[in-house]
């Protein structure tokens, strides 16, 4: 399950894009994008999922449950 | 600006409190007629007292640094740099970094490429522009590339252009050697505690090292990672203002700790701010109620920090967008869209002859005030008060009653007029709605003084004025203000010793809180 950004709370700050280990977030339309193809949650890289750790916005980084898990 | 040991005497010499430089310049009767440096140069002096040539070489254009220039000289901010890497309890991400900017506000977020062309566009049509800042609308330092790339191009396309930037001091350390590089000769960096209990209550997290960290332990790597910059920074002679948020009841005491620890780290200004606080801000302070300082808790407490180092009192909390001098915004005229579509030429010549005319109008300036300074010289009282001012720059009473969106606000006792402060209202005159009330929140940000000195004002709010016990002069429409306020303050006296009025003190003032969008 990779991340996606909530485009309705993201403030498009691009703190998340560039502490992203894999490139996977770019902007688009104003906000924001996680691409789920290039998302692996941050593991093998951090301990945190870096684009939840670093966005001003509680719960704008969020798990899409819709996907599966990487 | 290694100055750390700037006592009251080189004090009385500095960027600040220049009553000295200008009796020096008054008293300099050769100048521009004696041979040597001859009138360029001596031009030049206006302002520098005892301050090491080479420091005042770095503020004397510098409108931010120097008060005495922030009548003349303009600074633009371009919001390059959108992420930040703190939380600050009075910040709400939505809007500019709160630390520099003021809160409430949004910038138009820039490529490298689109400042630097915007830089280019304001120049050529403010020549006086002298500064750029990097201020936000997050934090520079936590946007690296994109703050470094611009200053490298605006370095190669304008030369003769100061830069500076403004950080939370989180990644300071690490671009020390890049900020000395890059030639930026002055940083700003927000402290506003020296103590985790403190820093606690205001930052609930930062992320550092890949990690986000929370409580006590996020504000103790803050501030170390603050002062080691602020360290790093001043043993390599570049100019560091330190910017504090005045919280009430959080570090309201405590700042002045703070100001003994960034002098002893050799800060060249402390910069001390109100917290601006309202619910619709959307900041933690704002939804839980906590207030900002008011115009008399602010200036006691810069009044007690100010034996120990020189205070900026004419911070205008600019938005991270900000073009023109201080206390002026012409952002609207140079928007992404106007910009991209100017023509632009870069003329470095018209640039510095407009300069050097700015120069003898300060020079002209200061010996207005010297002389007027003298004839009040016989004068023995104890009265200090307030006076407002209504100015659009150049160190002139020359803005409508109507039109000011703030007022400067001098202190007059009998040894001179000093600058202390500004107050931002709404503009009374936008005609149409609302007269009556934004006329009530002018008197209440002006309540503390005793006359409101402007170029033009209106039958009614003059009397209105007069009701609140605040006097209206516009006697010295277009004269400096120094001078004017000086013998305005001497007939004051005069009329005191007669009977003819009576001093009385006067209250309160307030801190506007609320957003304001469009004001400078
Ligand atoms: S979880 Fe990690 S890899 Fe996935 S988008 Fe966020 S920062 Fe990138
Ligand atoms: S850090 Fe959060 S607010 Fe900023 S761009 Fe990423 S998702 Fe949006
Ligand atoms: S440093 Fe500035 S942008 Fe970052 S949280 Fe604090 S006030 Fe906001």
Redesign the interface.
Known sequence: MPFKIIASQC?????C???CPNVAISEKGGTSVIDPKKCTECIGH???P?CV??C??DNTCVIDTSLPRY | MDVSALDEASLAGSAVNIGEIMQAIAEHKGCGTSGGSGKASCGSQAGQGELPTEIWEKVKNHPCYSEEAHHHYARMHVAVAPACNIQCNYCNRKYDCANESRPGVVSEKLTPEQAVKKVLAVASTIPQMTVLGIAGPGDPLANPKKTFMTFELVARAAPDIKLCLSTNGLMLPDHVDTIARFKIDHVTITINMVDPEIGAKIYPWIFYNHKRYTGLEAAKILNDRQLQGLEMLTERGILCKINSVMIPGINDQHLVEVNKAVKSRGAFLHNIMPLISAPEHGTVFGLNGQRGPTAQELKALQDVCKGAMNMMRHCRQCRADAVGLLGEDRSAEFTTEKVMAMDVKYDLEMRKAYQAKVEEKRVAKVAAEQEELAKLASEMSGIKLLVAVATKGSGLINEHFGHAKEFQVYELSTTGAKLVGHRRVDQYCRGGYGEEESLATIIRAINDCHAVFVAKIGGCPKSNLLKAGIEPVDQYAHEFIEKSAIAWFKSYLERVQTGEIQYVDRGEAAIRQSALISAA
């Open positions: 403030t498009s700050c691009s703190a894009e560039q502490e951090f301990e945190e870096q750790a670093v001003p916005v």
